[in-house]
């Protein structure tokens, strides 16, 4: 049996009747996507970044000296000792 021959033609979006609920919508051709972008956007933008500053940046700079740090200290494991060559010939 075909998938089609039970939905009886229906798209998957109108497979139920739904009664009581009003649905409104605009057509994507009469929308606005970028409707203050720039007035109302980048002012956000700025003000979400400076209340989460704060919040934001300790972790991180912790985890990079953290890292550097773990960095240094394997380079230097990694070099020899001169000392344990000193009576060598």
């Given amino acids: 049996m075909r998938l089609t021959s039970i939905l ?6 109108n497979l139920a ?3 009581g609920i009003v ?4 057509s994507p051709f009469e ?6 972008a720039i ?3 980048l002012p956000n933008i700025v003000r ?11 972790p991180f700079i912790l985890g990079y000296l953290i890292y550097d740090l773990t960095e240094r200290k ?4 990694l070099r020899k000792n001169p000392a ?5 010939e």
């Fill in 8 to 13: 009886n033609g229906a798209h998957f979006g």
């Fill in 17 to 19: 009747k739904v009664h």
């Fill in 23 to 26: 649905v409104y919508k605009l």
């Fill in 31 to 36: 929308q606005r996507a970028f409707a203050g």
């Fill in 39 to 41: 007035s109302h956007g």
């Fill in 48 to 58: 979400r970044i400076r209340s989460n500053i704060f919040r934001v940046t300790p």
């Fill in 74 to 77: 394997h380079t230097a494991l």
């Fill in 84 to 88: 344990d060559f000193e009576n060598d």
